[in-house]
């Protein structure tokens, strides 16, 4: 069994990643259109590396319910892949459950508030912080640069053809006006603004909408290429909106980009109804963010109207909302 954490730990190394919403452009972006998103600072995840007495690299994810060795997990599992990827040379087996006394090993564990499957980062924030937490135990601390580039290729085996939009918001904490392939760009709002974040509860693994989007578009290029052009010019003026400080005008650019969003079939009648019960309660727009199909779905709201607008969503069935102000 991996040593306990009572047991003699010699250094202890600390470090957290935040979620992350997509303000707009979702699914376009994969298909190299640009997308704003933003971190989430009050979820997180947190990784904590800390050397053992046992031998193994013990691996402690209660939210995934994983508690393992590093060597019985295949090579291609997301955490096992950014483990192997940073360890100087692969450690040798060790038979399930034991470890040999006096030579040391070390233990990982990983907690968050993310919801996982849910379109707020939850994999790319396990990636990052996970990252940072190895490297700084093993006194090779990496360039945000480098992390990003590491979590994009983990990124790929949650998603398959991710667009990198993920890894980066969550690598820098700050908002990115992303392009695929180009480099990063940061924004500033001129303005605060209050988003409201409503989680349908419904676990929906963006892999596949991501999937079912590419067929669609395979099948009807020309069509799913208009659509991805009308969200382009969505983003783009919502960064305008943003920068010059009249984030009133993004209501009405979410819900148009909500409305494209269903169009590529990636919305649910759950992410409908809650948007409607935002709209219904005073928010000036609302639409899906990330994958959808379940997950969670954005709000824009004044700070007064915020908590009746999170009531309203509570009331039609949201399993939990978030208040969060974009600066
Ligand atoms: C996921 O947060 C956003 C998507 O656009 C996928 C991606 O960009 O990789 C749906």
């Avoid at 984030?247 to 079939?265: I, K, V, Y």
Wanted: charged share 20%; net charge negative; proline share 7%.
């Amino acid at each position: 069994m991996g040593g306990s954490r009572s047991g003699d730990l010699l250094s202890i190394v600390k470090a957290s990643a935040p979620g992350k919403i997509i303000l707009f452009g979702e699914h376009a972006v994969v298909y190299n259109r640009p997308a704003l998103a933003v971190p989430v600072t009050q979820i997180h995840v947190d990784v904590e590396v800390c050397d053992s007495d046992s031998a193994g690299i013990w691996i402690h994810a209660p939210v995934i319910d994983l508690r393992a060795e590093l060597s019985t997990l295949p090579s291609d599992h997301p955490i096992a892949s950014v483990i192997l990827g940073l360890l100087p040379s692969p450690p040798a087996p060790l038979p399930l459950g034991e470890g040999r006394r006096g030579e040391g090993g070390i233990e990982i564990h990983i907690s968050s508030t993310i919801p996982v499957a849910s379109g707020l980062g939850s994999g790319a924030a396990v990636s990052v912080a996970l990252i940072r937490a190895l490297s700084s135990h093993l006194q090779k601390p990496l360039t945000n640069e480098k992390i990003n580039e590491l979590v994009y290729e983990t990124e790929k085996l949650y998603h398959g053809t991710p667009s990198g939009i993920d890894n980066t918001v969550i690598t820098y904490n700050m908002p990115v006006y992303f392009i695929k392939g180009q480099p990063i760009v940061t924004f500033q709002p001129g303005k605060p603004f209050t988003i409201v974040i409503g989680d349908t509860g419904i676990p929906a693994p963006t892999k596949e909408s991501v999937g079912d989007v590419r067929r669609l578009w395979l099948r009807n290029t020309n069509h799913f290429e208009d659509i991805f052009n009308e969200i382009a010019q969505i983003s783009l003026i919502a960064r305008r909106a943003i920068e010059s400080g009249k984030p009133e005008w993004l209501g009405e650019l979410m819900d148009h980009n909500h409305a494209l969003l269903q169009q590529l079939t990636v919305s649910s009648p759950e992410l409908d109804k809650l948007a409607a019960a935002a709209r219904d309660a005073g928010a000036l727009g609302a639409k899906l963010s990330g994958g959808g199909r379940g997950g969670n779905m954005i709000a824009l709201a004044t700070q007064a109207s915020a908590e009746s607008v999170a009531e309203a969503l509570i009331s039609a069935g949201a399993k939990r909302t978030i208040i969060t102000e974009i600066k």
